[in-house]
């Protein structure tokens, strides 16, 4: 499939307490530091060294998702989420398999919303909110360098949409870049909604919208770091087999996929996967192309797995 990177979720499922009460925030409220040592061992490490031994780097993600919403109202600079990374970040990079491997890369955190800024209003673009994810991703970066050198791997706010702030707010170190997620309907770009008849819909406002909205909210960073899209899927909406529902369209002008190549291959420091919710399919994809009028999710030129 020439992919060189993979996303390894370190799910929750194994570092979870499952003699506590299920929380709907699964990662950090339940974490068995014990749990998550022994299937660090067991579990991802080797399925890591199984990639590295076909080609691929490994992009480490931690257990589960920031918080968000009630009770949470997101992040905050010394929060039980915070403490959570410093041991799930402490543990991996001191890791004999994992420090100083080349092939392993660390995502700090999936999908922060909204943080408490310095002001004490919580947000997700403020510069306020900002200078809080300085400090709080910095004391991050600062526990894994004292262990290791790995490449990391920043998200920003608003479910990793908004980075705008870090230009000012610089996260200091070497070998760091930024984890951008990015969908249809993210920074003015085309998605696909339905109409209520089972018919999708275009919404968005083509290239143009598209290119403005990446412009400002991640070509701040962009300009003096790398970026890894770590999540990034489309498919028209009768396939329900994406998160993103829109087409890949054309470069310059409607849709999602053509567009997001074209604006990541003129930033030239952006890599980027292959996200779904059927990555199941995969298996069965075979380099035929599929008949118009006929097609499936895996060979519609307007679906991902194709046009990739």
């Excluded at 990391?152 to 706010?157: A, D, T």
Aim: charged share 20%.
């Amino acid at each position: 499939w020439k992919f060189n990177f993979v996303r390894l979720h370190m799910d929750p499922y194994w570092p979870d307490d499952h003699t506590q009460t299920s929380v709907r925030y699964e990662g950090h409220e339940r974490f068995s530091e014990s749990r998550f040592r022994k299937y660090l061992d067991e579990v991802f490490v080797p399925m890591a060294e199984y990639f590295i031994s076909k080609g691929m780097y490994v992009v480490l993600r931690p257990p589960g998702v920031a918080p968000a919403h009630d009770p949470y109202k997101g992040i905050e600079v010394g929060d039980t989420y915070q403490l959570f990374l410093l041991k799930v970040w402490e543990i991996v990079s001191q890791h004999k398999a994992l420090k100083n491997n080349s092939g392993i890369m660390f995502e700090l955190a999936n999908e922060p919303v909204n943080i408490k800024g310095t002001d004490g209003v919580w947000g997700s673009s403020s510069d306020a909110c900002f200078a809080a994810a300085r400090i709080y991703f910095q004391t991050i970066v600062d526990k894994i360098r004292s262990n290791c050198n790995n490449i990391i791997w920043v998200p920003g706010l608003a479910y990793q949409s908004s980075y705008a702030g870090y230009a000012t707010h610089r996260i200091e170190g070497s070998n760091i870049g930024f984890a951008v997620h990015c969908y249809p309907g993210w920074f003015g770009s085309d998605a696909e909604q339905d109409s209520g008849e089972g018919i999708g819909t275009s919404t968005g406002g083509g290239y143009e919208a598209f290119q403005r909205g990446w412009d400002a909210q991640v070509g701040p960073v962009a300009a003096f770091a790398p970026i890894m899209v770590t999540e990034i899927d489309w498919a028209p909406l009768k396939y329900n087999a994406t998160w993103g529902k829109s087409i890949t369209g054309t470069a310059g002008a409607e849709g999602f996929g053509a567009n997001f190549k074209y604006i990541a291959d003129n930033s030239g420091n952006v890599s980027w996967l292959f996200f779904t919710t059927r990555s199941d399919q995969l298996a069965a994809f075979k380099d035929v192309p599929g008949t118009p009028g006929a097609y499936t999710f895996l060979n519609d030129p307007e679906a991902c797995p194709w046009a990739m």
